[in-house]
């Protein structure tokens, strides 16, 4: 049984949200960010980044500060408005290649503790700490956790005859991408809503980790102060089919001491390998990896030589870290160690070719993505997905929702 909640959501009025939402504010190269910064002042990245010119000479107390300050600002300038009651949204974002539609709703720290909201990934215990003071420093949250449930005709069909009504936002962005929004506000429509997800037994965080455990941190922290705001966090629900799992491919600074030819020997062990020469060749299924080498493109068929492989070990992210990237390269720590890095399997593979055509990386692999049913097997059995294991979309603009704590 799962539970939502309408909120009083604070939001951009309609003239400026395309103005105001924005991309991760880590999504930014800091040339973009500076001149979104200095030409659009509407942005909400003056809210989550202010005095950003000197901005790593002041202290992570003074900045969330700021933070704080700074929307009280846009919210007294009239840039935000806020409901007069607690609401749903729909919402749809429409991409070159996708459409993504979800449900904005406040979901229950009690769910999450009680597992009824599962996870898939660990966290770093500093983020969850770092991202817990923001929220209570600024009182504000604008980056809802994504959490999938099980397809559900009813909702379907609830979805696409709301969709025949006008949005309260209807808008289009710089990387071409359509956006709207629809107000769920009557009593008769919240109240079958909620009892659609009382139907549902478990929901799956697929991004947004940190985000959820940061909440449940703050709400044991301030749970005296007696603020019912901290009993949800704000979540973008969105039907598990409906989502688009991405690979994230390795690329590596050096192999570990091998020549090539003795690298190749060694992954022959585990692997049948077919050199794909200047073919852009991806994985095609699972078991598959990719490889750039040396100029040359390989196809890695894996072995499978575990009869009974975990669901963990049956993951391709953790076989090519079992077989090649803790004992061939001897990448223990896939987090911090720097001798590798993480492409998004959305960008083309040219990007990962030319990255180690010029010379700072050596050796890169490419995996097949990930599905939903194995995500939400490890979740089931209470499995931890290696890091950067899947980047997930849709991604949702910041401050186009604004829950307050």
Known sequence: MSKIIPFKAVRPTPDKVALVTCRNYDDYSQTELASWLNFNPYSFLHVIHPAYVHSQKITLDKRFKGVAHKYQ?????????????PVFFLYEIQTKTNVFTGIVAGTSIEDYKNNVIKKHE?????RVELFKDYLHQTGFNTEPVLITYPDNPSINQ???????????YNYSTTNKEKHQLWKIESAEEIQWLQKQFELI???????????????????DQDKHLGNENLNYFMSF?????????????RIIRDLNGYETIDFLLKLEEHFIIKNKEQELWKPQSKFEFGMYLDGNFYALFYKQETKNPTILENLDAQILYNKVLQPL????????????????????????????????????????PSDISEIKALADNNLIMPPKSTYIEPKFRSGLMVYEL
């Open 237 to 249: 629900l969105i039907a598990e089919s409906n989502v688009k799992i991405f690979e994230f491919n």
């Open 122 to 126: 660990d966290t770093l215990q500093y």
């Open 329 to 368: 390269l001897g990448i223990d720590d896939l987090r911090n160690d720097e001798r590798i890095e993480y492409i998004p399997g959305k960008q083309s593979i040219l990007t990962l070719k030319e990255l180690i055509d010029e010379g700072e990386f050596e050796v890169g692999f490419m995996l097949y």
């Open 158 to 168: 609830w979805i696409e005859e709301k969709k025949k009504s006008q949005p309260i």
């Open 73 to 85: 600002d846009f919210k007294a300038d009239g840039i935000f408005i806020e409901e007069d009651q």
């Open 201 to 219: 037994p478990e929901l799956y965080i697929a991004d947004g980790h940190h985000r959820s455990a940061s909440a449940e941190l703050l709400y």
